[in-house]
């Protein structure tokens, strides 16, 4: 999972917030003390937020979207590119201000970033009285309180069994439409690019029972999607023995629950209740997911299928653990069992250490093979303690860098344009999320394959309803309703 935007358009990032990525939960929650969150990154860290607004509302805190009301001030953050942690920094040379208008108040970093640096973040940011790691948040109460006596805190201890599958996350910035539920944590995964394995720790799979039960609340809360969250939810796997996986290959008795089961046991829950996943993983998606998506109507047709190179030798650097042949095969397997209209997604990264113009040109030859709907496309990033970093030297120059990433938004852009003039003339079955951001004249809501769909009209949101195409953009199809 990396799930951000293209990098090049970060560079006009501060034209508006949405773009950098950060949310403030906008909901004014009564409570003695208020919490202001801000998140960051992929939907792991949204989801985050949710089970530590939930563990810190058990204290009395309610919610605040306005920072000079805030009691105690949490950034929860990405640490996935440099681009990412430099945009903290500058949130927290914000948050200095607040801190001199309000000295008692509390300000904590969470999530990767502050798994990542430690207690050098303390060290570094004078103003940050609390870093806590993706593991740690039960630990936030008793740090708040000795932070609120002066004393700063830290916990970034990752554990092996940690999944929060007890807590129930406060919805922040809902639709009361659709929501995530965090099925597993960590990656076992090492992508020689990417800091997650050393942020979020090892994989453990949450219980399946309390991920159903989840899904039950948010549908009589008039939920109707939920999107099944891991880095590598291929690899879901649980079973009643305490020690999860140690004991999994031993006893052969033991119920052992894997992704299909998951997905067909929360599909079984209703039929009007939608079921997404994000992220699969190339080397771990089986045909057994993929039949299982075909038997039930409600498991969305669209995967999430990051390729990262189209070049085998660079996939074999990046430690992906598979190769070019065998993506491919994965796509025709999805084609093969769910169709073409399936929506397929990718991650792309340009410009990998001694990527050659020849397997740079490979990785606009897949996406022509593939033609995926929408891509997250960006350059490679070194960052410190990675596999890459200390093995590679990061040695595309940046223009070149930004030249192969534009070329690859541009076929992206071409394919996304393509992929939705053939939906021009069919009927898809919408669920309503709400008003459409273009007009309050319009309504919007996904099909199956996750694709944006805005109509005219006024219709209640969390019902579904049969919308015919009649046109389209790179990012959105626009139709009539019809009966
Ligand atoms: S290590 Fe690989 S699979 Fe795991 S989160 Fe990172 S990119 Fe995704």
């Not at 940050?128 to 000795?146: E, H, I, S, T, W």
């Not at 406060?170 to 639709?175: A, T, Y």
């Not at 653990?321 to 769910?338: F, K, P, Q, S, V």
């Not at 309803?465 to 309703?481: P, Y």
Request: charged share 30%; glycine share 6%.
């Amino acid at each position: 999972m990396q799930g951000l935007i293209a990098d090049i358009d970060l560079i006009e990032e501060e034209k508006s917030t949405e773009t950098c990525g950060y949310k403030v939960s906008n909901e004014e929650e009564f409570g003695s003390k208020k919490l202001y969150i801000e998140s960051y990154g992929c939907q792991m860290n949204y989801s985050d937020s949710e089970i530590v607004t939930s563990i810190l509302r058990k204290e009395g805190f309610g919610t605040t979207s306005h920072v000079d009301q805030a009691d105690v001030i949490l950034i929860n953050t990405c640490s996935i590119r440099e681009k990412a942690e430099q945009t903290v920094r500058n949130r927290l040379n914000y948050f200095r201000g607040v801190k001199k208008r309000n000295s008692d108040v509390t300000i904590g970093v969470l999530g990767c970033m502050a798994e990542r640096l430690k207690a050098k973040l303390l060290e570094e940011e004078k103003i940050v009285d609390l870093v806590l790691g993706p593991d740690a948040y039960r630990d936030l109460p008793k740090l708040v309180k000795q932070a609120e006596d002066g004393e700063k805190g830290i916990n970034t201890f990752l554990s092996r069994e940690e999944t929060y599958a007890d807590i129930a996350p406060v919805r922040l910035n809902s639709n009361g439409v659709t929501a995530f539920i965090s099925i597993m944590r960590g990656c076992d995964n090492m992508c020689s690019f990417c800091v997650v394995p050393f942020t979020r720790g090892r994989e453990r799979s949450r219980d399946p029972q309390s991920i159903v039960n989840e899904a039950q609340n948010l549908l009589r809360q008039g939920y109707r999607e939920v999107t099944l969250l891991g880095q590598n939810v291929d690899s879901y796997k649980w079973s009643a023995n305490e020690n999860n996986k140690a004991r999994l290959e031993k006893s052969e008795e033991t119920e052992i629950v894997n992704f299909a089961n998951l997905l067909a046991m929360v599909a079984e829950i209703d039929p009007d209740l939608r079921v997404r996943f994000s992220t699969s993983h190339p080397k771990d998606i089986t045909d057994e997911v993929l039949h299982t998506m075909s038997e039930y109507e409600n498991i969305c047709k669209n995967i999430h299928l990051p390729a990262q190179s189209g070049n085998s030798r660079i996939l074999k650097l990046m430690n992906r653990t598979y190769d070019r042949e065998w993506y491919i095969e994965r796509i025709n397997a999805i084609r093969r069992i769910l169709g073409e209209e399936c929506g397929i997604t990718s991650d792309m990264i340009a410009g990998f250490c001694s990527e050659t113009e020849e397997e740079h040109q490979d990785t606009l030859s897949l996406m022509d093979y593939v033609k995926y709907d929408f891509s997250y496309m960006f350059f490679y990033s070194e960052r410190p303690g990675t596999l890459a970093a200390k093995k590679y030297e990061d040695d595309i120059p940046l223009e070149i860098k930004k030249r192969r990433l534009q070329e690859v938004m541009e076929k992206q852009r071409q394919y996304s344009i393509e992929r939705n003039q053939l939906d021009i003339g069919k009927t898809f079955k919408v669920l309503i999320e709400g008003r459409s951001k273009r007009s309050e004249l319009q309504m919007q809501g996904r099909n199956t394959a996750n694709k944006v769909v805005v109509f005219d009209g006024d219709y209640p949101k969390g019902t579904y309803i049969n919308v015919q195409i009649h046109d389209c953009s790179a990012g959105t199809l626009f139709g009539k309703v019809v009966a």
